[in-house]
């Protein structure tokens, strides 16, 4: 299972984008799927994770603003960002994991500016 993510771009504070990663390879549906970003000068850090049966998980920053979801037919994961504030801005990164696979995009910037 290979990421590749697209969508980023340019978003004026208080708008949405949405983020898709479509992944590569058999067994996509067994895979937890996972959005992170890193800042500039800072670590990568969990933005959302949907695991194989749906269950999703959320950092406090984003919860109630984003929404994370899968599309097993489409072998495709998504982000939809609502409401974006400046500090969302990063390179945001795809993630699959299942039990010692670990595989990663190689990121999408998004800038939140007006």
């Known amino acids: 299972v290979q990421p590749v993510e697209s969508g980023g771009g340019l978003v004026q504070p208080g708008g949405s984008l949405r983020l898709s990663c479509a992944a590569s390879?058999?067994?996509?549906?067994?895979?937890?799927m996972g959005w992170y970003r890193q800042a500039p000068g800072k670590q990568r850090e969990l933005v959302a994770r949907?695991?194989?049966?749906?269950?999703?998980n959320y950092a406090d920053s984003v919860k109630g603003r984003f929404t994370i979801s899968r599309d097993n037919a489409k072998n495709t994961v998504y982000l939809q960002m609502n409401s974006r504030k400046p500090g969302d801005t990063a390179v945001y990164y795809c993630?699959?994991?299942?039990?010692?696979?670990?595989?990663w995009g190689q990121g999408t910037q998004v800038t939140v500016s007006s």
């Open positions: 993630n699959a994991k299942w039990i010692a696979r670990d595989y």
């Open positions: 390879g058999t067994m996509f549906s067994i895979y937890t």
């Open positions: 949907i695991a194989s049966g749906g269950g999703t």
